[in-house]
Each structure stands twice: as C-alpha cells, then as structure tokens.
C-alpha cells in the first residue's frame, strides 16, 4: 500500500518484529530520527489513542545554566543552553532547580546573551515566564531523551543527573544511555 500510493519522506514505513535482539538494534539508530518504541500486544488491535507502550532512547549530556526561575535565592527551574560554532548561547530546554544550586548562581557579569528574550511556561501556552539571567558558566549534567522539535531544543522535560569544556556544541548530543 506504501508504494501504491507513492508516498515518501518524510513518511517513513516503519519495520515491526517480535525478535528483541532485532528491536535492540533499532535503537542506535537516533542518528536517523529514531526516538524509541513503540510496543503493543501481538493480539492487540491498532487504536488511534495512546495505549501501547513507549520506550525513549536516553543520553547524558551537559548544558549550561543560562537563567532560572523563581530568585536567585531559591531557584526552581534552569533554563539551560548550549552555545553554538558562533558563539551564540543557544536556549534547549529547562530542568528542575533547587535550593543546592543557590549558592552557585551569580548574576551576569557583563552582557548576557539572552538579554530581551522571553521564555513560555511550556508547549501550547503563552504564559511568560518571570526569569532571572544568571553568569552561563555553571554546567549542569542532565539526561534528555533524543527528541527536538525543529529549532533544536528538547522536546521532552530534560532530568539532572562538568566541566565547561565537555559541554557539547548546540545540535549535538551526548553519551548514549538508554532507559
């Protein structure tokens, strides 16, 4: 049916197996645009609604902390990034902050990259967020899942888990840890 109907990229038909060893190798294939499974029961139907199971290709990797919510004082969530081969301090997502980092935040030194930008509280709202820019030399080591919407920054909320110069460049990913 595929062929038939003549379709092509970016619709992709994707393979199935019952073979674990042959699903396991799919997984290094991110490189690609392979985010995961998907797994439902041989005997299971398909439905148009989210019942089978997922499992997310995982890596570890490091960002820097470019400004966070809440105070200075009590953060609660860091705005990470990663700068690119120009220099640009690049936004890619955000983490759960706590009181820990506090101690470690300092305000900008100078010109901040992000200065006049605005973030939203998340997918699908407008709601800005009230952030506070901070000094992006703290690195803060995290595990995200492979997915990025079309400018770069991860889809799915980013988990902590360095050094300044282990931080990879915008648009490249980390070590494959898969969970």
Same mark, same amino acid.
């Given at each position: 049916?595929? #062929? %038939? =109907?003549? &379709?092509?990229?970016?619709?992709t038909l994707c393979p199935s197996t019952t073979d674990p060893q042959v699903a396991g190798g799919w =997984?290094?294939?991110?490189?690609?645009?392979?985010? /995961?499974?998907?797994?439902?029961? &041989?005997?299971?139907?398909?439905?148009?609604?989210?019942?089978?199971?997922?499992?997310?290709? @995982?890596?570890?990797?490091?960002? !820097? +902390?470019?400004?966070?919510?809440?105070? &200075?004082?009590?953060? @609660?969530?860091?705005?990470?990034?990663?700068?690119?081969? #120009?220099?640009?301090?690049?936004? $890619?997502?955000?983490?759960?902050?706590?009181?820990?980092? #506090?101690?470690?935040?300092?305000?900008?030194? /100078?010109?901040?990259?992000?200065?006049?930008?605005?973030?939203?509280?998340?997918?699908?709202?407008?709601?800005? =967020?009230?952030?506070?820019?901070?000094?992006? %030399?703290?690195?803060?080591? +995290?595990?995200? %899942? $492979?997915?990025? *919407?079309?400018?770069?920054?991860?889809?799915?909320?980013? @988990?902590?888990?360095? %050094?300044?110069?282990?931080?990879?460049? !915008?648009?490249? *990913?980390?070590?494959?840890?898969?969970?």
């Amino acid at each position: 049916m595929f #062929a %038939d =109907l003549g &379709l092509a990229a970016p619709l992709t038909l994707c393979p199935s197996t019952t073979d674990p060893q042959v699903a396991g190798g799919w =997984l290094a294939w991110t490189a690609a645009g392979l985010e /995961g499974l998907c797994f439902k029961g &041989l005997t299971e139907p398909y439905r148009p609604v989210r019942s089978w199971l997922k499992y997310k290709v @995982r890596v570890t990797t490091e960002a !820097f +902390i470019g400004a966070v919510t809440g105070s &200075l004082a009590a953060p @609660r969530a860091a705005l990470l990034g990663r700068y690119d081969p #120009a220099g640009r301090l690049r936004y $890619v997502g955000s983490q759960t902050a706590g009181r820990a980092l #506090a101690s470690r935040l300092t305000p900008p030194a /100078g010109p901040h990259p992000w200065t006049g930008w605005t973030f939203n509280a998340g997918w699908g709202t407008q709601r800005t =967020l009230d952030v506070h820019l901070v000094q992006p %030399d703290l690195v803060m080591e +995290i595990a995200v %899942d $492979v997915a990025r *919407d079309a400018a770069g920054r991860w889809r799915h909320r980013v @988990r902590r888990g360095v %050094d300044v110069q282990q931080v990879p460049l !915008f648009g490249e *990913d980390g070590r494959n840890v898969s969970s």
